[in-house]
């Protein structure tokens, strides 16, 4: 008997009000989704409806480019990535409104205390039935110092370490209690057994934390951990600790390049392949024919300004005003960045290779955030898809959208039934939890015997 | 009209009453199984209370000791619990009309963060959440936030007027019509309409905006509890709602009164606080029936674990040296709740009550008032504090769940509706309107 073909993972990446810089002006879209939770429940639900693995929420805390407009830039008035609904306290509500989708919010180990994080996480376990995963960041964008007190952003290396050591933290004291430490009995007065309530005492460089956590053991073990670094450290840390990685590839061959490295990095953690889903981000632009679908794209580039999409991408210029150079000129050097390195590479990689000028690099920057644009009817999108999955550059992909909710119903009514037609995306959910969805296992309790 | 009580239910699960838990009839689960809080907050909005009410503790109570040895209690019922904050943001999404106030603390948290998940859960709810601003009363949370000892109280205390100040700053980020989300043009918001805090302080250097537009009742409900000097100085000047415990009539007619000045005196209005001791209602049909009931709860009491938390208010003087059965002795100021400690001092005094009496005092509702009666006991009883000007309502206390809020949501409800002293309906959608509190102008609206 054949063995079934490998399923892909989805993920939808609901960065509202749009991926594209001007996706949000679009005749169709809705740019209150930023802050109307009732959108959010439509969106949710229709992923759901569509069996993803897990809608996600990207975050930052601050307003992006605040700093810059603390300096008095009133131009950036036309940035819609302003204000937003904490992804944390988002998805705890999204879990009231659905059933079997994994909800994944990112919370940075920068600006947070482990055991608030580890305590938050695991409540918003419970309340969902076992579907939460833990995005764990660092923070990269330099305008969330200003709201801790940092007049300069926190250095590469420190974060990380901070990091590091935060997972530690978290995943210990999730491990506090055991699965069958409460006993209720009303007899005898005992709450719970005593033998099963453990305590972390972590003295770290970073943090002292005690423990133990206030929280009774997951649902399905622990949350699951995401991350999204692409440095040296980071692909070492997800090789460690992540359940789910996502990444920023364009390219078929550096996408299987970065696959086969993290994979081969877990065997040194005593971890299988498999317990790491790969899941690059992909911006569908769907169209009836290709043509149709380029004609959209096009549409989209033509409500982007040139001078919006370079204050863009002076985000990953290392510091440097890009106002200065000529627009039909090459991409300067760049400076080293102290916030997102792999990104900035990346841009660098692609502008180099394909001899664009500073115009065509800032407005695809502003196009893509960095991902992966797909322009193409539904089957032409589910070929790349499926390549990816075969040839080993992904198991799965994050969905990232230009503006809502559009080119989410469409991929959802369109690119899903075409997955699953070739049978490799479900057409109902495994289980209950994000784990089961995942194809993961559930973690032992590390003090349990 | 005539005027009219507040209810706030505290959902303090599995119970206030140290051995509640042990009630034949109480679900322990009630502490992390989700649905029974959806269950349990619909019951209350049945009922039109005013808000549920969640506490907060950044520990399992008495860890500090367990780790230096002391020996497991595990008779205890509150060991752990949904994050509360978190929980608040899931009943937004299955509740309409009740308000939803959670604890946050001061001393472990930063600003900005609670500044956004409160205003977040504003926008979700459609304007009912509220913050209980504290600061951490317990030790135990120290040992996780990296420090040896707790922090002292006044420090606490000038940290979190601090914070407030940076919370409700950040707050007022944005003016409600400053989005303009424009397709024609690209502008996105009205820049005049975006205000930086640029705090600089001892505690924190903020510069905010806030990433959350204005919410939609200005800002969440700010409530708050402490009741030593400065706890009541900072809840006059910032405080819509006041968390309380007050015994009798005359010192709750004290209290507000002083409150209420000193409110006067920050320009607010008497009105603009809602103040609601806290009251834990044992209802049965009949006054004896009610009898039974409280004397079948003490009956499931654990002495050595109300000794703990008695323990807990003396501070550096080990209560169990002493006959159990004897005086309370002196006791020497305590870093944890100033208030509390002063309240049972004179109520041992008062009655001439044994350290075991205090103790069990203390296990049966944590100092709060205890009233077992019937319906019509409890309604006078109720009637009573609101005409005399002791409280615009209470805190309702429960010593398991959830029977205890059932009882009174069905019995005690009906009885105030029928005097006439307690809503029907909800004034409105927010929690503001339904506290009858004004709505803030932003700062930097002129």
Redesign the interface.
Known sequence: MSKPPRQLKLGAFFSTPGNHL?G????D?V??VD?D?REY?RLAQTAERGCFDMIFFQD?????G??A??RGQ?NL????R?????P???I??????TTHIGLVATATAT???P??IA??F???D??SGGRIGWNLVTSQIEDEG????F?DHVDHALRYERAIEFYEVVAGLWDS?EDDA?L?D?AT??????DK?H?L?HKGRF??????????RSPQGRPVVAQAGSSETGRELAARTADVVFTAQTELADARDFYADVKGRTARYGRSPDAVKIMPGITPVIGRTQSEAREKYDFLQS?L?DD?ALEALTRLSGGLDLRQFPLDGPLPDLPPTNSAKARQQLLIDLARRENLTLRQVARHASAANGHRVLVGTAEWIADEMQEWLVKDAADGFNIICNYYPGPFDDFTNLVVPELQRRGIFRTRYEGKTLRDSLGLEVPRNRYAR | MKPQLHFGAFLYTPGTHS?G????D?E??TD???PYY?EMTRTAERGKLDTIFLQD????GG??G??GGSP?R????R?????P???I??L???TSHIGLISTATTT???P??IA??F???D??SGGRAGWNLVTSQVEDEA?????DRHVDHAKRYARAIEFYDVVAGLWDS?EADA?L?D?AS??????DK?H?L?HRGEH??????????RTPQGRPVVAQAGSSDIGRDLAARSADLVFTAQVTVAEGRSFSTDLRDRAERYGRGRDDIKILPGLMPIVGRTDAEARERFEQLQG?I?DSLAMRALARLTGELDITQFPIDGPLPPLPPSNAAKARQQLIVELARKENLTIRQVARYLGTAQGHRVLHGSAKTIADSMEEWLIAGACDGFNLLFPWFPGPLNDFVDLVVPELQRRGIFRTEYEGRTLRENLGVPVPVNRYVT
Do not use: C
């Open positions: 001007a949000w002006r679009h005749p879209a740019p209150e802050m939770f429940v930052t805390v601050a307003v992006a605040s700093r407009m603390a009133r008035a036309r940035l819609n302003i204000v937003k609904l904490e944390t306290a988002l705890t509500a999204l879990s009231t409104v600006f947070n205390e055991y608030n305590r938050r695991l409540s918003m419970h309340i200003g709201n801790f007190g007049d209690w409460f209720h009303k007065g005992i709450y719970y057994d005593t309530l305590f005492r943090f002292d934390v005690r423990g133990p956590l206030n929280v009774s409500m300004p919006l | 051995a838990w042990r009630h034949p109480a322990p689960r992390m199984h989700f959806v503790t950044a520990a399992i860890s500090g367990l780790d497991y595990p008779s205890q019922g060991q752990v619990h949904l994050e904050v978190s929980l943001a899931a937004a999404a299955v472990y948290n930063e900005y963060n956004r998940r205003a977040t859960i926008h979700i040992g996780n936030f990296g420090l944005w989005f989300r397709k690209g502008i996105w918001f009205d820049f975006m930086f640029h924190f250097s903020v510069r905010g905006p806030l990433n959350v537009s499931l654990d």
